[in-house]
């Protein structure tokens, strides 16, 4: 158990609706990232947050997604209007900021867009 | 895109052999990290390396962050059913701290 918690860790939805995922990080980590990871592929850096900011976007994170963390503490993504190819487990990490630590990566959100 | 290339791509070994990956980079980074994933699992850190040259163990595992800070091997001594999985090299970047990941090596072990 890295203590970083992901909901749900399965989602199967109809291609068009949109679904939302949530990620609860380990306390008083402040910095927190979304990676996807597609199959036979190694995780793609999304976007991330330090506290309620977020930083950075990446260009595989177009306008149908958007993520939130509101209060600095849990994050969730959204996918609007799913496609195909959004299929993919969705990853959350979280980092406390130390010198010589390491983000914690939570269990996942698998996602099948049929 | 990835900037991480990490060979074998997958591997059949015979249990109780020793294992040994690499992953290369074409930039030069200082943070080079070995994770392990399971199915359906994300990805758990197994050591990290901070120092160029530097060689560290964790149990059977051994990695080493290379001279250049453009590689790193990770060898894993007398394997185990449990070694089963997906092996990546992350590395680090300076100033955003973003993770970036190579392209992962599949092992399997026969018992």
């Known amino acids: ?21 949530r990620c609860d990080p380990i306390s008083e980590h ?8 597609t199959l036979g592929q190694g995780p793609e850096f999304l976007t991330y947050f330090q506290n309620e900011a977020q930083l950075e976007k990446s260009r ?8 939130e963390r509101p209060k600095g503490s849990f ?40 | 895109g990835q900037q991480l290339n990490q060979s ?7 249990e109780g052999e020793d294992v040994s990956m690499n992953c290369t980079s074409s930039s030069i980074f200082n943070t080079w990290l070995w994770y392990k994933q399971d199915p359906g699992e994300g990805p758990v850190l197994l050591i990290a390396l901070y120092k160029a040259g530097e060689l560290t163990s964790n149990g ?13 091997f990770l060898n894993i001594s007398a ?29 399997k072990v026969l018992a």
Request: with cysteine; hydrophobic share 30%.
């Open chain 1, 1 to 21: 158990d890295t203590g970083v918690s992901q909901d749900p860790r399965h989602k199967i939805t109809k291609r068009g609706q949109n679904v939302t995922f």
């Open chain 1, 30 to 37: 402040n910095r927190l990232y979304w990676y996807r990871q």
């Open chain 1, 60 to 67: 595989l994170l177009s306008d149908r997604f958007s993520a």
């Open chain 1, 75 to 114: 994050s969730t993504l959204e996918i609007q209007r799913t496609e195909q190819g959004d299929s993919a487990m969705y990853l959350c990490a979280t980092w406390e900021g130390g010198v010589n630590t390491e983000a914690f990566f939570g269990q996942g959100t698998r996602l099948t867009v049929v």
């Open chain 2, 8 to 14: 074998p791509q997958s591997m059949f070994i015979q």
């Open chain 2, 60 to 72: 059977r595992l051994t990695a080493q962050f290379g001279i250049t800070r453009k590689d790193s």
């Open chain 2, 79 to 107: 394997s185990i059913p449990s070694d089963v999985g997906i092996y990546f090299c992350a590395v680090k970047t300076s100033g955003t701290y973003k993770y970036i990941f190579g392209t992962g090596t599949r092992l």
